[in-house]
């Protein structure tokens, strides 16, 4: 897994659009204005929000993922050298979420 690898992947998704919010080389890649993935400038990994806290807490106890420190605890780090199928599952789950939970105008736009 890698940067290149997630930037592609998010590129594909309807309405998805990337920015650098914070400066200093983030990837961060939002729908309807809300964030779903978040590559950080210097930590080798992808920022992904999970269904709640409890998700989080099983993907972690799994190994799958990491706590993130910056985001909220229903968010996760999947470190560079996660499967490509398991990151692939955890960016689009994050981006439904995200989508989801948008006004339907926004979703459908």
Not at 28 to 46: D, E, L, Q, R
Not at 100 to 108: D, E, F, G, I, R
Request: proline content about 6%; hydrophobic content about 40%; overall charge neutral.
């Amino acid at each position: 897994m890698s940067r290149e690898f997630v930037n592609a992947l998010c590129a594909t998704l309807p309405g998805a659009e990337v920015s650098d919010p914070w400066g200093g080389g983030h990837d961060t890649w939002k729908v309807g204005g809300k964030m779903f993935a978040s590559i950080g400038a210097v930590t080798p990994a992808v920022s992904v929000k999970t269904a709640g806290i409890e998700v989080a807490d099983m993907l972690v106890e799994a190994g799958i993922g990491q706590r993130d420190k910056y985001m909220h605890r229903s968010w996760i780090q999947l470190p560079w050298g996660t499967p490509e199928d398991e990151l692939r599952v955890r960016i689009l789950e994050s981006y439904r979420i995200i989508r989801n939970s948008l006004p339907k105008k926004v979703q459908a736009g």
